[in-house]
DNA sequence: CGGGTAGTTTACGTTTACGTAAAGAGAAAG
DNA sequence: CTTTCTCTTTACGTAAACGTAAACTACCCG
Protein backbone atom coordinates (compact mmCIF):
# COMPACT_ATOMS: atom_id res chain seq x y z
CA UNK A 1 0.00 0.00 0.00
CA UNK A 2 1.29 3.32 -0.91
CA UNK A 3 2.35 5.54 1.90
CA UNK A 4 3.87 8.85 0.51
CA UNK A 5 2.31 11.25 -2.68
CA UNK A 6 3.95 13.43 -5.11
CA UNK A 7 1.62 16.80 -6.11
CA UNK A 8 1.32 15.14 -9.37
CA UNK A 9 0.15 11.54 -8.25
CA UNK A 10 -3.12 13.29 -6.38
CA UNK A 11 -3.78 15.62 -8.84
CA UNK A 12 -4.57 12.94 -11.43
CA UNK A 13 -6.53 10.74 -8.65
CA UNK A 14 -8.95 13.38 -7.62
CA UNK A 15 -8.77 15.51 -11.10
CA UNK A 16 -7.89 18.72 -9.24
CA UNK A 17 -4.94 21.24 -10.77
CA UNK A 18 -1.27 21.22 -8.62
CA UNK A 19 -1.96 24.95 -8.25
CA UNK A 20 -5.39 23.95 -6.47
CA UNK A 21 -3.92 21.74 -4.19
CA UNK A 22 -1.02 24.32 -3.68
CA UNK A 23 -3.82 27.25 -2.47
CA UNK A 24 -5.21 24.82 -0.06
CA UNK A 25 -2.15 24.47 1.89
CA UNK A 26 -1.92 28.30 1.38
CA UNK A 27 -5.16 28.56 3.32
CA UNK A 28 -3.93 25.96 5.78
CA UNK A 29 -5.73 22.88 5.09
CA UNK A 30 -2.71 21.01 3.92
CA UNK A 31 0.44 20.95 5.16
CA UNK A 32 2.46 18.37 3.33
CA UNK A 33 6.22 17.43 4.19
CA UNK A 34 9.14 18.54 2.18
CA UNK A 35 12.13 16.55 0.69
CA UNK A 36 14.09 19.65 0.10
CA UNK A 37 11.65 21.94 -1.48
CA UNK A 38 9.42 18.84 -2.70
CA UNK A 39 5.75 18.43 -1.26
CA UNK A 40 5.49 14.79 0.19
CA UNK A 41 1.72 14.56 0.50
CA UNK A 42 1.04 11.52 3.53
CA UNK A 43 -1.93 9.70 3.46
CA UNK A 44 -3.20 11.67 5.90
CA UNK A 45 -2.97 14.61 3.44
CA UNK A 46 -4.57 12.38 1.25
CA UNK A 47 -7.63 11.86 2.80
CA UNK A 48 -7.89 15.39 3.80
CA UNK A 49 -7.60 16.17 0.58
CA UNK A 50 -10.65 13.78 -0.39
CA UNK A 51 -12.52 15.93 2.42
CA UNK A 52 -11.85 19.37 0.84
CA UNK A 53 -13.44 17.99 -2.25
CA UNK A 54 -16.20 16.81 -0.95
CA UNK A 55 -16.32 19.40 1.04
CA UNK A 56 -16.50 22.15 -2.44
CA UNK A 57 -19.19 19.71 -3.91
CA UNK A 58 -21.60 20.26 -1.18
CA UNK A 59 -20.33 24.42 -1.33
CA UNK A 60 -18.69 24.45 1.55
CA UNK A 61 -16.10 27.46 1.55
CA UNK A 62 -12.93 26.21 2.21
CA UNK A 63 -12.52 28.45 5.61
CA UNK A 64 -15.45 26.11 6.71
CA UNK A 65 -13.49 23.01 6.21
CA UNK A 66 -10.58 24.33 7.59
CA UNK A 67 -12.69 25.36 10.41
CA UNK A 68 -14.15 21.66 10.75
CA UNK A 69 -10.49 20.41 10.55
CA UNK A 70 -9.51 22.58 13.36
CA UNK A 71 -12.35 21.76 15.85
CA UNK A 72 -11.12 18.08 14.89
CA UNK A 73 -7.65 18.83 15.80
CA UNK A 74 -8.62 20.85 18.49
CA UNK A 75 -8.02 19.70 22.07
CA UNK A 76 -10.77 16.83 22.66
CA UNK A 77 -10.42 17.14 26.31
CA UNK A 78 -11.94 21.05 26.61
CA UNK A 79 -15.28 20.09 27.34
CA UNK A 80 -16.38 23.77 26.10
CA UNK A 81 -14.09 22.72 22.64
CA UNK A 82 -16.48 19.99 23.24
CA UNK A 83 -19.73 21.97 23.39
CA UNK A 84 -18.96 24.15 20.78
CA UNK A 85 -18.23 20.96 18.06
CA UNK A 86 -21.76 19.57 18.98
CA UNK A 87 -23.42 23.23 17.80
CA UNK A 88 -21.17 22.86 14.54
CA UNK A 89 -22.48 18.99 13.94
CA UNK A 90 -26.14 20.48 14.68
CA UNK A 91 -25.76 23.61 12.44
CA UNK A 92 -24.45 21.11 9.34
CA UNK A 93 -26.82 18.80 10.09
CA UNK A 94 -29.18 21.13 9.21
CA UNK A 95 -28.22 22.61 6.56
CA UNK A 96 -27.50 19.34 5.05
CA UNK A 97 -30.99 17.79 5.31
CA UNK A 98 -32.41 20.89 3.69
CA UNK A 99 -29.96 20.19 0.83
CA UNK A 100 -31.03 16.37 0.99
CA UNK A 101 -34.76 17.99 0.43
CA UNK A 102 -33.20 19.83 -2.15
CA UNK A 103 -32.21 17.39 -4.24
CA UNK A 104 -35.25 15.34 -3.68
CA UNK A 105 -36.89 18.10 -5.06
CA UNK A 106 -34.74 18.54 -7.98
CA UNK A 107 -34.89 14.64 -8.82
CA UNK A 108 -38.75 14.37 -8.55
CA UNK A 109 -38.85 17.18 -10.94
CA UNK A 110 -36.66 15.98 -13.83
CA UNK A 111 -38.38 13.01 -13.46
CA UNK A 112 -41.38 14.59 -14.34
CA UNK A 113 -39.95 16.51 -17.03
CA UNK A 114 -38.32 13.53 -18.31
CA UNK A 115 -41.46 11.77 -18.59
CA UNK A 116 -43.04 14.25 -20.20
CA UNK A 117 -40.46 14.80 -22.74
CA UNK A 118 -40.50 11.26 -23.69
CA UNK A 119 -44.14 10.80 -24.18
CA UNK A 120 -43.98 13.82 -26.58
CA UNK A 121 -41.20 12.11 -28.38
CA UNK A 122 -43.42 8.98 -28.29
CA UNK A 123 -46.61 10.95 -29.59
CA UNK A 124 -44.66 12.13 -32.72
CA UNK A 125 -44.27 8.50 -33.66
CA UNK A 126 -40.51 8.58 -32.80
CA UNK A 127 -40.58 5.94 -30.17
CA UNK A 128 -37.74 5.72 -28.40
CA UNK A 129 -39.28 5.06 -25.25
CA UNK A 130 -37.32 2.23 -24.09
CA UNK A 131 -33.81 4.20 -23.48
CA UNK B 1 -54.13 34.31 -3.12
CA UNK B 2 -51.75 37.28 -3.80
CA UNK B 3 -51.15 37.68 -7.63
CA UNK B 4 -48.01 40.17 -7.71
CA UNK B 5 -45.21 41.11 -5.52
CA UNK B 6 -42.82 44.16 -4.58
CA UNK B 7 -39.26 43.43 -4.65
CA UNK B 8 -39.38 44.03 -0.99
CA UNK B 9 -42.46 41.72 -0.42
CA UNK B 10 -40.04 38.70 -2.36
CA UNK B 11 -36.57 39.69 -0.86
CA UNK B 12 -38.58 39.59 3.02
CA UNK B 13 -40.20 36.32 1.82
CA UNK B 14 -37.11 34.49 0.75
CA UNK B 15 -34.34 36.53 2.95
CA UNK B 16 -32.51 37.66 0.11
CA UNK B 17 -31.88 41.40 -0.59
CA UNK B 18 -33.43 43.73 -3.02
CA UNK B 19 -29.90 44.27 -5.01
CA UNK B 20 -29.49 40.37 -5.24
CA UNK B 21 -32.72 39.74 -7.30
CA UNK B 22 -32.16 43.06 -9.15
CA UNK B 23 -28.99 41.01 -10.14
CA UNK B 24 -30.67 38.18 -10.95
CA UNK B 25 -32.84 40.15 -13.25
CA UNK B 26 -29.39 41.95 -15.25
CA UNK B 27 -28.39 37.97 -15.97
CA UNK B 28 -31.85 37.22 -17.33
CA UNK B 29 -33.12 35.12 -15.02
CA UNK B 30 -35.90 37.36 -14.06
CA UNK B 31 -38.35 39.65 -16.65
CA UNK B 32 -40.73 41.70 -14.21
CA UNK B 33 -43.02 43.49 -14.97
CA UNK B 34 -43.04 47.08 -14.84
CA UNK B 35 -45.58 50.21 -13.22
CA UNK B 36 -43.71 53.14 -14.53
CA UNK B 37 -39.91 52.56 -13.30
CA UNK B 38 -41.01 50.04 -10.46
CA UNK B 39 -40.85 46.35 -10.85
CA UNK B 40 -43.21 44.22 -10.39
CA UNK B 41 -43.35 40.48 -9.77
CA UNK B 42 -45.97 38.05 -11.05
CA UNK B 43 -46.29 34.52 -9.28
CA UNK B 44 -44.21 33.00 -11.97
CA UNK B 45 -41.53 35.55 -11.05
CA UNK B 46 -42.00 34.01 -7.42
CA UNK B 47 -41.62 30.80 -8.18
CA UNK B 48 -38.41 31.17 -10.55
CA UNK B 49 -37.19 33.49 -7.81
CA UNK B 50 -37.60 30.38 -5.33
CA UNK B 51 -35.59 28.10 -8.15
CA UNK B 52 -33.01 30.25 -8.06
CA UNK B 53 -32.51 30.15 -4.49
CA UNK B 54 -33.02 26.25 -4.31
CA UNK B 55 -30.26 26.08 -7.40
CA UNK B 56 -28.00 27.96 -5.32
CA UNK B 57 -28.37 26.00 -2.32
CA UNK B 58 -27.20 23.32 -4.49
CA UNK B 59 -24.29 24.92 -6.25
CA UNK B 60 -25.78 25.53 -9.40
CA UNK B 61 -24.37 29.05 -10.91
CA UNK B 62 -26.97 31.26 -11.94
CA UNK B 63 -25.85 30.60 -15.96
CA UNK B 64 -26.67 27.21 -15.72
CA UNK B 65 -29.81 27.69 -13.57
CA UNK B 66 -30.21 30.10 -16.01
CA UNK B 67 -29.70 27.50 -19.21
CA UNK B 68 -32.24 25.44 -17.69
CA UNK B 69 -34.96 28.34 -17.82
CA UNK B 70 -34.42 28.32 -21.31
CA UNK B 71 -34.68 24.63 -21.80
CA UNK B 72 -37.71 24.86 -20.28
CA UNK B 73 -39.61 27.60 -22.23
CA UNK B 74 -37.69 26.80 -25.51
CA UNK B 75 -39.48 24.97 -28.43
CA UNK B 76 -40.75 21.96 -27.03
CA UNK B 77 -42.20 20.69 -30.18
CA UNK B 78 -38.37 20.91 -31.43
CA UNK B 79 -36.91 16.91 -31.33
CA UNK B 80 -33.39 18.11 -31.21
CA UNK B 81 -34.20 20.37 -28.46
CA UNK B 82 -35.85 17.82 -26.59
CA UNK B 83 -32.82 15.01 -26.88
CA UNK B 84 -30.83 18.07 -25.47
CA UNK B 85 -33.00 18.58 -22.98
CA UNK B 86 -32.78 14.98 -21.93
CA UNK B 87 -28.97 14.53 -21.91
CA UNK B 88 -29.22 17.89 -19.47
CA UNK B 89 -31.68 16.02 -17.36
CA UNK B 90 -29.45 12.98 -16.96
CA UNK B 91 -25.80 15.31 -16.26
CA UNK B 92 -28.04 17.31 -13.71
CA UNK B 93 -29.66 13.81 -11.92
CA UNK B 94 -25.87 11.88 -12.26
CA UNK B 95 -24.44 14.94 -10.42
CA UNK B 96 -27.12 15.60 -7.63
CA UNK B 97 -26.70 11.97 -7.07
CA UNK B 98 -23.08 12.28 -6.58
CA UNK B 99 -23.96 14.92 -4.02
CA UNK B 100 -27.03 12.70 -2.13
CA UNK B 101 -24.13 10.50 -1.62
CA UNK B 102 -21.17 13.19 -0.39
CA UNK B 103 -24.21 13.96 2.03
CA UNK B 104 -25.03 10.80 3.16
CA UNK B 105 -21.69 10.01 3.83
CA UNK B 106 -20.88 13.48 5.68
CA UNK B 107 -24.20 12.85 7.83
CA UNK B 108 -22.59 9.35 8.84
CA UNK B 109 -19.55 10.94 9.87
CA UNK B 110 -21.45 13.81 11.80
CA UNK B 111 -22.84 11.00 13.65
CA UNK B 112 -19.80 8.87 14.47
CA UNK B 113 -18.34 12.47 15.89
CA UNK B 114 -20.99 13.18 18.04
CA UNK B 115 -21.54 10.18 19.59
CA UNK B 116 -17.47 10.41 20.43
CA UNK B 117 -18.46 13.53 21.59
CA UNK B 118 -21.01 12.77 23.89
CA UNK B 119 -19.28 9.93 25.29
CA UNK B 120 -16.35 11.96 26.15
CA UNK B 121 -18.55 14.05 28.21
CA UNK B 122 -20.32 11.20 29.72
CA UNK B 123 -16.65 10.08 30.96
CA UNK B 124 -15.79 13.25 32.41
CA UNK B 125 -18.53 12.54 34.61
CA UNK B 126 -20.67 15.68 33.48
CA UNK B 127 -23.16 13.08 31.50
CA UNK B 128 -25.20 15.60 29.42
CA UNK B 129 -25.75 12.68 27.00
CA UNK B 130 -29.39 12.46 26.84
CA UNK B 131 -29.65 16.09 24.98
C1' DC C 1 -44.19 72.12 1.68
C1' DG C 2 -40.60 69.51 4.22
C1' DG C 3 -39.75 64.93 5.50
C1' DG C 4 -39.74 59.89 5.47
C1' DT C 5 -40.05 55.54 2.88
C1' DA C 6 -39.46 52.60 -1.20
C1' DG C 7 -37.75 52.15 -5.28
C1' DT C 8 -34.50 53.17 -9.30
C1' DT C 9 -30.00 53.54 -12.11
C1' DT C 10 -25.03 53.71 -12.42
C1' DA C 11 -20.80 52.39 -11.12
C1' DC C 12 -17.02 51.07 -8.55
C1' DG C 13 -15.49 47.72 -4.73
C1' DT C 14 -14.99 43.06 -2.62
C1' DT C 15 -14.44 38.10 -1.67
C1' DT C 16 -13.49 33.32 -3.05
C1' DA C 17 -10.95 30.09 -5.55
C1' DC C 18 -8.21 29.48 -8.28
C1' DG C 19 -5.66 30.49 -13.58
C1' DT C 20 -1.64 31.85 -15.75
C1' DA C 21 2.75 33.63 -16.69
C1' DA C 22 7.64 34.25 -15.34
C1' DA C 23 11.80 32.64 -13.62
C1' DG C 24 14.46 29.36 -11.34
C1' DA C 25 16.02 24.64 -8.95
C1' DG C 26 17.09 19.65 -9.22
C1' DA C 27 17.37 15.25 -11.08
C1' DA C 28 17.50 12.09 -15.04
C1' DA C 29 18.55 11.22 -20.03
C1' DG C 30 21.12 11.52 -24.12
C1' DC D 1 27.06 19.69 -20.69
C1' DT D 2 22.60 20.63 -22.64
C1' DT D 3 18.01 19.23 -22.82
C1' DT D 4 13.86 17.84 -20.65
C1' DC D 5 10.79 17.02 -16.89
C1' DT D 6 8.70 17.98 -12.75
C1' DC D 7 8.36 20.94 -9.20
C1' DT D 8 8.97 25.36 -6.92
C1' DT D 9 7.99 30.50 -5.57
C1' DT D 10 6.11 34.99 -6.63
C1' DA D 11 2.84 37.70 -8.39
C1' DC D 12 -0.60 39.60 -11.12
C1' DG D 13 -5.20 38.40 -13.44
C1' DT D 14 -10.02 36.77 -13.47
C1' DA D 15 -15.00 35.18 -13.05
C1' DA D 16 -19.07 34.95 -10.13
C1' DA D 17 -22.21 37.08 -7.12
C1' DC D 18 -23.31 40.32 -5.12
C1' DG D 19 -22.20 44.85 -1.50
C1' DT D 20 -22.16 49.60 -1.12
C1' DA D 21 -22.40 54.35 -2.13
C1' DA D 22 -24.27 58.24 -4.82
C1' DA D 23 -27.75 60.66 -6.81
C1' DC D 24 -32.50 60.73 -8.37
C1' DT D 25 -37.78 59.85 -8.46
C1' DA D 26 -42.28 59.18 -6.63
C1' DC D 27 -45.59 59.02 -3.26
C1' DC D 28 -47.67 59.41 1.37
C1' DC D 29 -47.85 61.92 5.98
C1' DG D 30 -48.58 65.64 8.95
Same sequence: chains 1, 2.
Avoid: C, N
Avoid at 35 to 49: I, T
Avoid at 89 to 108: S, W
Amino acid sequence: MQTTYTITELSREFDVTPRAIRFYEDQGLLSPAREGRRRVYSRRDRVRLKLILRGKRLGFQLSETRALFELYDSDHGETGQMQYFLEKIHERRELLEQQRRDIEAVLGELDVAERSVREALRVKGLAPTPA
